[in-house]
């Protein structure tokens, strides 16, 4: 089965994939201008690599941002199923293993990365 994860953020939406067995590799993370055009490009995004299943990062120590998500993952057009798994620790994780090798932070790959971790996790579960 194809699986993508994604990590929302405010500014970034970080995206991993995994296509065959338990590898899972992190992709361009989707800057994010506005709801809308986020949720284009996610969904652009899942079509074209013909995912199966999206995991979608959701932390549980922010009410509000939980909230956030949770519209986010409305405005998707999705024929697939998704399923919320917990992201605590994700962004802190994926910058320790980056540390020293990124100077720029913005530019997304600290969150593929965390969408890395969290896809890991959740197949770590299954």
């Not at 995206?15 to 989707?30: D, E, H, K, M, Y």
């Not at 922010?62 to 993952?73: A, G, L, P, T």
Request: net charge neutral; aromatic share 6%; hydrophobic share 40%.
């Amino acid at each position: 089965m194809k699986l993508a994860s994604i990590d929302i953020g405010l500014k970034r939406i970080g995206v991993a994939i995994c296509l065959t067995s338990n590898i899972v590799t992190p992709q361009t993370a989707i800057l994010r201008k506005n709801r809308d055009q986020a949720a284009l490009d996610v969904n652009s995004f899942l079509k074209e690599w013909e995912i199966e299943k999206l995991i979608v990062g959701f932390p549980s120590a922010s009410e509000d941002m939980q909230k956030r998500i949770k519209h986010f993952v409305t405005l998707l057009e999705l024929q697939i199923p998704y399923e919320f798994c917990e992201e605590n620790m994700s962004s802190i994780e994926a910058e320790e293993l980056i540390k020293g090798e990124i100077k720029y932070k913005r530019d997304g790959r600290v969150d593929s990365l965390a969408a890395k971790i969290i896809l890991e996790r959740y197949l770590a579960k299954k």
